[in-house]
């Protein structure tokens, strides 16, 4: 499976940014999607992610500001950030976890979609 995202930008502080990220049709289950976040010198962190059956994680940093939504039949996740602050700015990027169903023992997958540049400034 193939993540591809988009969405990221340029915004001042407190603006909004909505970011996308599609997975290709394969014959992969998908278990988890989300994103992660990497600043300039820091490690990737996660950042929110949603079950297949809708239910959603967040870092506490984003908690209140940020909001992921799927949407099953296209095999894409949405994250509406709101409130955004300088430290907001980072790389995100798209993550999946599954498997293929049928396989035994069962083959899992952890692929990644490449990053897209938030930058959050005045």
């Known amino acids: 499976v193939q993540l591809q995202a988009s969405g990221g930008g340029l915004v001042q502080p407190g603006g909004s940014l909505r970011l996308s990220c599609a997975a290709s049709?394969?014959?992969?289950?998908?278990?988890?999607m989300g994103w992660y976040r990497q600043a300039p010198g820091k490690q990737r962190e996660p950042v929110a992610f949603?079950?297949?059956?809708?239910?959603?994680n967040y870092a506490d940093s984003v908690k209140g500001r940020f909001t992921i939504s799927g949407d099953n039949a296209q095999n894409t996740v949405f994250l509406q950030m709101n409130s955004l602050k300088p430290e907001d700015t980072a790389v995100y990027f798209c993550?999946?976890?599954?498997?293929?169903?049928?396989?035994?023992?069962?083959?899992?997958?952890?692929?990644w979609g490449q990053g897209t540049q938030v930058t959050v400034s005045s």
């Open positions: 993550n999946a976890e599954g498997y293929y169903p049928g396989t035994y023992p069962i083959r899992y997958i952890n692929t």
């Open positions: 949603i079950t297949s059956e809708g239910t959603p």
């Open positions: 049709r394969s014959s992969v289950s998908i278990s988890v």
